[in-house]
């Protein structure tokens, strides 16, 4: 099991950029596939990204292609969330979440809630 705790949310203005990480205790962090998720208010947790251990395999959702990037250290234990050019729609909770390959993300952190205003 992985303990996973989110930091970097705030507010920003439109057209703005946040760096979101996520710090990993845990002995199995480096071989995790990681991932970050959203859940805007009244809507359901949505997928944002993920990568591999490796950092080999990268995908996103599509409509975030381009605005957002996902990356890793596994020496650090931790993994970060780049958003570019917000908009108000990306106002959200932001999780990571981890687990190994092919078996889904059982490990969560609490998130990290981000406001863009217009």
């Known amino acids: 099991q992985v303990q996973l705790v989110e930091s970097g949310g705030g507010s920003v203005q439109t057209g703005g950029s946040l760096r979101l990480s996520c710090a990993a205790s845990?002995?199995?962090?480096?071989?995790?596939?990681m991932a970050w998720f959203r859940q805007a208010p009244g809507k359901e947790r949505e997928f944002v990204a993920r990568?591999?251990?490796?950092?080999?395999?990268?995908g996103y959702a599509d409509s975030l292609k381009g605005r957002f990037t996902i990356s890793r250290d596994n020496v650090k234990n931790a993994i970060y969330l780049q958003m570019n050019s917000l908009k108000p729609e990306d106002t959200a909770v932001y999780y990571c979440a981890g687990g190994q390959s092919g078996r889904g993300y059982p490990d969560w952190g609490k998130g990290t809630l981000v406001t863009v205003s217009s």
């Open positions: 990568i591999s251990w490796s950092s080999s395999s990268i």
């Open positions: 845990g002995r199995t962090f480096s071989s995790y596939t």
